[in-house]
């Protein structure tokens, strides 16, 4: 039974259609990847599910355990369990990242005292004891953020998890832990779904779907030999 | 003045009962007749925000609607909840040194630890001080004299309550000394009088809080800070206002640093209806040093209208004025940081740093800084930044659940920290309650 169900979305940004119709669903456990090329849509995907500013559906439907998303503001969204590791998180200065997740981590229902315990831990797990005491994303190298990302989706415990590109401007280490952490999250019961454009780090994760999205549409949806031929291929073998 | 309240308008015979009714010192009166005359023939300030509804002929000028007590069970039922709820008990009992408490115009409660009154500190009522140390004619008005504005002339006229501290050669209080002041009158007027001497090598911290309940009618608080500081001292001043948005807050606010000596003015303001305020440093000795830290919060219909000014008068002085302004709705904010740097004040630093953020698209502000050196053996540095909310932020932060007003006020937490985290932490903890408070309103 899926978690997830997008059906026949539609998205524009500025009046410009950029979603014209998208199918999906997320398995609960279960690791997908969405691939396609630049500006194929998939970050707009992600983004209009997670309800940003700016992307305005108009028409079809998404639903989050049989519950329609798409009419709740973005922490109602994030509150039912949906979660988006951003592709370029902001800087926000003067806030520090561990009082930031706190107040995060209460509002999906964990005590002070849970945090304080998951919080170091989480910390060491993704090696991460050089962050404690930063400020959210400030001055954070590109992978620095994308572990930043995997720190809070670590600590909210999502149902859904849409990463947009977490393995770009990754060292391989970075790379291995960022496979790890996902792994992880599938065998907690959580439905993934890996946005990228290589399938490299596809490799490291127990890969159930490939959703390939064109043109604002999924075009090709298979196992994970489809990622391989896209890695071998290029993105030609799905154009007709 | 057995009469609780006052008449309407002030009076010159009202200034000499007052006067007599607290049993002063000659000279205290003479300054107080003084001091009224200029109030009369002295004009409004000639710039910032528009106080022509400030009716002076609809002010009691003095109050006291309640008996001071020797403790805080004593007090009516209201007061007693309000400062329990402003844990000022328990603020006595954990982290302060000493404390005051003032309602309208007379100082209703006042206690100091006994170590630190064995060290020879003077924490007392500005009233007692007055009657009990004459030599505080040589410090009273001396920094900030009344021909310098007219509520400097009105403050000398009618001046009540107030704190003044001494601290002894060498002394250092390790322990913040705090006075609450309340408003709890309408349509009254408070103007405390606080006055700190710091000898030789000594060192104190003191905190003011303020809040008022609101009523209809405008009420004004127009208090006066005096520091010394002399050789080496180190004196810390904090202050956090909330006063409801009725109240007209007009203030004075002055430090001498002699040699060596260190000021620092720390401020968080979020009430008021309007608010006049540019605590000024005059480093007066070689190697003095100032800092000044102020963050205001300008909601519907207010004008936080501030500043700091730092005077070089010796060589080798350093200054830093920092502040950062949050402006939503009709607000409007206005920040005046002064530096003057005198001929003779050879290898001094300044630096001005002011940052606004506006919330809103009709949010007013204003940023005035002045910087004058008459010597080029000098340091001078300037930033200014304007910015908004950027919906990339709320969005992030709305995207990990928390609410638009939980993100927002997160955010100018976090553009106001470098100014909060130097406030001692049970105000900062109330200040991010505030802010939350008022950002739940606002969004709804």
Same mark, same amino acid.
């Given at each position: 039974m899926p978690v997830l169900v997008v059906e026949d979305l539609h998205v524009s940004v500025g009046r410009e259609p950029i979603l014209r119709g998208v199918n999906l669903a997320l398995n609960p456990g279960r690791v997908h990847a969405l691939m396609g090329p630049n500006g194929s849509g998939k970050s707009t995907l992600a983004l209009s599910l997670a309800g940003g500013p700016g992307y305005e559906v108009t028409r079809g439907r998404a639903s989050l355990d049989e519950e329609e998303l798409l009419s709740l503001p973005p922490f109602e969204r994030a509150r039912k369990g949906l979660f988006l590791a951003f592709q370029y998180p902001p800087e926000i200065e003067g806030v520090s990242l561990r009082e930031f997740l706190r107040l995060a981590c209460a509002e999906r229902g964990q005590g002070f005292c849970e945090f304080h315990k998951s919080y170091p831990q989480a910390i060491s797990q993704l090696r991460m004891e050089a962050f404690d005491g930063r400020e959210l994303n400030v001055g954070f190298s590109g992978g620095e953020k994308k572990r930043s990302e995997l720190l809070q989706l670590y600590l909210l415990k999502p149902k859904v998890a849409l990463l947009d590109e977490p393995d770009s401007g990754v060292d391989v280490d970075a790379l291995r832990l960022i496979a790890g952490a996902i792994r992880a999250l599938a065998e907690s019961g959580a439905a993934v779904l890996i946005i990228t454009h290589y399938p490299r780090i596809l490799e490291h994760v127990p890969l159930s779907d490939v959703f390939v999205l064109d043109g604002g549409r999924i075009v090709e949806h298979g196992g994970p030999e489809l990622a391989h031929r896209i890695g071998e291929q290029g993105f030609e073998v799905v154009r007709g | 003045m057995t009469t609780q309240r006052t008449p309407r308008t002030l009076t010159r015979e009202f200034v000499e009962a007052l006067s007599v009714e607290k049993g002063e010192p000659a000279w205290m009166r003479a300054h107080r007749e003084r001091c009224f005359a200029m109030f009369e023939k002295a004009?409004?300030?000639?710039?910032?925000?528009?106080?022509?509804?400030?009716?002076?002929?609809?002010?009691?000028?003095?109050?006291?609607?309640?008996?001071?007590?020797?403790?805080?069970?004593?007090?009516?039922?209201?007061?007693?909840?309000?400062?329990?709820?402003?844990?000022?008990?328990?603020?006595?009992?954990?982290?302060? =040194?000493?404390?005051?408490?003032?309602?309208?115009?007379?100082?209703?409660?006042?206690?100091?630890?006994?170590?630190?009154?064995?060290?020879?500190?003077?924490?007392?009522?500005?009233?007692?001080?007055?009657?009990?140390?004459?030599?505080?004619?040589?410090?009273?008005?001396?920094?900030?004299?009344?021909?310098?504005?007219?509520?400097?002339?009105?403050?000398?006229?009618?001046?009540?309550?107030?704190?003044?501290?001494?601290?002894?050669?060498?002394?250092?209080?390790?322990?913040?000394?705090?006075?609450?002041?309340?408003?709890?009158?309408?349509?009254?007027?408070?103007?405390?009088?606080?006055?700190?001497?710091?000898?030789?090598?000594?060192?104190?911290?003191?905190?003011?809080?303020?809040?008022?309940?609101?009523?209809?009618?405008?009420?004004?608080?127009?208090?006066?800070?005096?520091?010394?500081?002399?050789?080496?001292?180190?004196?810390?001043?904090?202050?956090?206002?909330?006063?409801?948005?009725?109240?007209?807050?007009?203030?004075?606010?002055? =430090?001498?640093?002699?040699?060596?000596?260190?000021?620092?003015?720390?401020?968080?303001?979020?009430?008021?209806?309007?608010?006049?305020?540019?605590?000024?440093?005059?480093?007066?000795?070689?190697?003095?040093?100032?800092?000044?830290?102020?963050?205001?919060?300008?909601?519907?219909?207010?004008?936080?209208?501030?500043?700091?000014?730092?005077?070089?008068?010796?060589?080798?002085?350093?200054?830093?004025?920092?502040?950062?302004?949050?402006?939503?709705?009709?607000?409007?904010?206005?920040?005046?940081?002064?530096?003057?740097?005198?001929?003779?004040?050879?290898?001094?630093?300044?630096?001005?740093?002011?940052?606004?953020?506006?919330?809103?698209?009709?949010?007013?502000?204003?940023?005035?800084?002045?910087?004058?050196?008459?010597?080029?053996?000098?340091?001078?540095?300037?930033?200014?930044?304007?910015?908004?909310?950027?919906?990339?932020?709320?969005?992030?932060?709305?995207?990990?659940?928390?609410?638009?007003?939980?993100?927002?006020?997160?955010?100018?937490?976090?553009?106001?920290?470098?100014?909060?985290?130097?406030?001692?932490?049970?105000?900062?903890?109330?200040?991010?309650?505030?802010?939350?408070?008022?950002?739940?309103?606002?969004?709804?």
């Open positions: - | 004009p409004l300030p000639r710039f910032g925000p528009n106080l022509s509804e400030l009716d002076f002929s609809d002010l009691s000028y003095y109050a006291r609607p309640v008996d001071p007590v020797k403790r805080w069970e004593d007090l009516p039922d209201e007061l007693r909840r309000t400062f329990n709820a402003l844990r000022l008990p328990e603020a006595e009992q954990k982290a302060l =040194a000493g404390l005051g408490a003032q309602v309208d115009s007379e100082v209703v409660y006042r206690s100091l630890l006994d170590e630190v009154r064995a060290q020879g500190v003077i924490f007392a009522s500005m009233d007692t001080a007055v009657r009990e140390h004459p030599w505080i004619r040589d410090y009273f008005m001396k920094a900030i004299p009344a021909e310098d504005n007219k509520f400097a002339a009105l403050h000398g006229a009618v001046w009540s309550g107030g704190t003044f501290i001494w601290v002894p050669p060498g002394v250092e209080v390790s322990v913040p000394l705090q006075a609450y002041y309340r408003m709890q009158t309408e349509a009254v007027g408070q103007f405390e009088h606080t006055l700190i001497v710091a000898e030789p090598g000594s060192s104190v911290h003191y905190i003011e809080g303020c809040s008022a309940p609101r009523f209809a009618r405008s009420a004004l608080h127009s208090g006066m800070v005096e520091i010394f500081a002399k050789d080496g001292a180190k004196v810390r001043f904090t202050t956090v206002q909330n006063w409801s948005k009725n109240v007209y807050n007009l203030n004075n606010k002055r =430090a001498l640093a002699h040699a060596g000596a260190t000021v620092d003015w720390v401020s968080g303001s979020l009430g008021s209806k309007v608010t006049m305020l540019y605590p000024t440093t005059v480093l007066l000795g070689p190697g003095a040093r100032t800092e000044n830290l102020s963050f205001t919060f300008s909601q519907d219909g207010m004008w936080l209208d501030s500043g700091a000014r730092a005077l070089h008068r010796a060589p080798d002085t350093t200054s830093r004025l920092v502040s950062r302004s949050v402006v939503q709705g009709s607000g409007r904010s206005v920040f005046r940081g002064t530096v003057h740097v005198f001929p003779h004040a050879k290898g001094s630093k300044a630096h001005v740093e002011c940052s606004t953020l506006l919330l809103t698209p009709d949010a007013k502000t204003e940023t005035i800084p002045i910087l004058n050196a008459e010597t080029d053996d000098v340091e001078l540095g300037h930033e200014a930044t304007v910015g908004r909310v950027s919906q990339d932020q709320l969005f992030y932060l709305m995207s990990r659940g928390l609410s638009q007003a939980q993100a927002m006020s997160l955010i100018v937490n976090g553009f106001v920290s470098p100014i909060l985290k130097e406030i001692p932490l049970e105000y900062s903890i109330e200040l991010k309650g505030l802010l939350e408070m008022s950002f739940e309103k606002a969004i709804g």
